[in-house]
């Protein structure tokens, strides 16, 4: 089974300063999918990549798939505490990117302080 | 907006009590729908495959007999704690992909389990 490994596992960050999270698998990855939870809520869908070498921005945050397909990194800029929360990274389980069967990462929390 | 919908938010019951939980895609039909565990501080836990029109698909280690699973509508997907005890207290969290392959899975907001 596909096993996703992410790092840090926590994070606290001054507001204003960049951050990066990883998340590393120990297979070829055929869909990336990174979401933000709030503790004790669903989670939001962030972005996705399925190309090697493959890179998505949206507002201040930025996620890139390296060539092997096998780490992903999101990387905010300027953090502010809206950023604060868990970030999981979570893959299909099956090859072919069928987008069933999600498995995931165990977070990053996030804490940015004022 | 919700895409989808997961009902109720919070759950308090004594134990003993059979749950349901209800997960509605909103604009979309799923006929494939996926429920989630999730342990304080921990990622989550696929527990099982709701299919529509057909038996549901559980992971290994879930008991099918307590967490019993219907999909009966293209748009509806339950999951049914019975017969509840403290240790199935957590937080349940349902998705359903939105589209074809390589569309990202939306989720509910999640139900937030607590047994006396």
């Known amino acids: 089974s596909q096993e996703l490994e992410q790092s840090p596992q926590s994070l606290i960050v001054q507001e204003g300063k960049n951050l990066t999270i990883n998340c590393t698998s120990s297979?070829?990855?055929?869909?990336l999918y990174w979401y933000k939870q709030k503790y004790g809520e669903g989670l939001i869908f962030l972005m996705m990549?399925?190309?090697?070498?493959e890179e998505k921005s949206h507002e201040k945050i930025t996620a890139k798939l390296d060539e092997k397909k096998q780490q992903s990194s999101l990387h905010i800029t300027a953090s502010q505490p809206s950023h604060a929360g868990i970030y999981l990274c979570?893959?299909?389980?099956?090859?072919?990117?069928?987008?069933?069967?999600?498995?995931f990462g165990k977070g990053t929390l996030l804490t940015v302080n004022p | 907006g919700a895409v989808v919908s997961q009902h109720p938010s919070r759950v308090i019951c004594k134990s003993g009590t059979s749950v349901k939980i209800e997960c509605r895609s909103l604009?979309?039909?799923?006929?494939?729908m996926f429920w989630y565990r999730q342990f304080p501080k921990q990622s989550l836990m696929l527990m099982a495959t709701?299919?529509?029109?057909?038996?549901?698909?559980?992971e290994q280690g879930v008991e099918k007999d307590k967490f019993l699973i219907n999909h009966a509508s293209l748009t509806l997907s339950t999951l049914t704690v019975t017969s509840a005890h403290p240790e199935d207290s957590s937080f349940y969290i349902c998705?359903?992909?939105?589209?074809?392959?390589?569309?990202?899975?939306?989720f509910g907001d999640g139900t937030r389990l607590s047994i006396l």
């Open positions: 297979k070829t990855l055929y869909g």
């Open positions: 604009d979309f039909q799923a006929t494939t």
């Open positions: 979570g893959a299909d389980a099956n090859s072919g990117g069928s987008n069933y069967k999600l498995t």
């Open positions: 998705s359903a992909p939105q589209g074809g392959p390589g569309q990202p899975q939306h």
């Open positions: 990549l399925q190309k090697g070498g």
């Open positions: 709701s299919n529509e029109g057909s038996k549901a698909t559980y």
